[in-house]
C-alpha cells in the first residue's frame, strides 16, 4: 500500500513541475532556495556539515538558474540590478559553506525571503489576487 502511495506522490509531484506556468515554476524554485537555506542553516547549528553543504550547494544552484533565465534586454535597469542581487546572494552562500558560519545564514536568509516574498506578491498582481 504504502509503495502505492509514494508512487502517487511522485506522479503528482512530477505533473505539477511539468505542467506549471513559468511563473509557477519562479515560485517553486523561490520557495525551495528559502527551504534549502534553512534547512543548511540548521545543519550548521547540528555540526551536520555534509547536510548544510549538499544544501547550501541546492540554494546557489537555484540562484544560478533564476540568473540564466533573467532577461536583461527586456528587463533593463530592474533585471540588471536583480541579477547583481542574486550573485550577491550566491556569493554570500560560498563564504557561508567554506567557512561553515551561521551569521552569514542569518545575513543572506532575510534577502532569500525578501525576493520570495516579492515575487510572491508580483504572482499575485499579475492575476489580479490580493
Do not use: C
Not at 511539468?18 to 524554485?29: F, G, I, P, T
Amino acid at each position: 500500500m504504502y509503495g502505492g502511495n509514494a508512487n502517487a506522490y511522485n506522479a503528482y509531484k512530477n505533473n505539477s513541475v511539468n505542467y506549471a506556468s513559468k511563473d509557477q515554476l519562479l515560485l517553486m524554485l523561490v520557495d525551495g532556495a528559502l527551504k534549502f537555506a534553512k534547512i543548511a542553516r540548521q545543519a550548521m547549528l547540528d555540526k551536520n556539515i555534509i547536510k548544510a553543504h549538499e544544501n547550501i550547494v541546492k540554494t546557489e544552484d537555484i540562484y544560478y538558474e533564476l540568473m540564466a533565465t533573467l532577461d536583461v534586454s527586456k528587463g533593463g535597469d530592474w533585471a540588471k540590478k536583480l541579477q547583481s542581487i542574486y550573485q550577491f546572494i550566491i556569493d554570500r552562500l560560498v563564504q557561508a559553506n567554506l567557512k561553515k558560519d551561521v551569521k552569514i545564514m542569518d545575513e543572506v536568509i532575510p534577502l532569500i525571503e525578501d525576493i520570495k516574498n516579492t515575487w510572491d506578491e508580483a504572482y499575485k498582481i499579475s492575476k489580479g489576487v490580493r
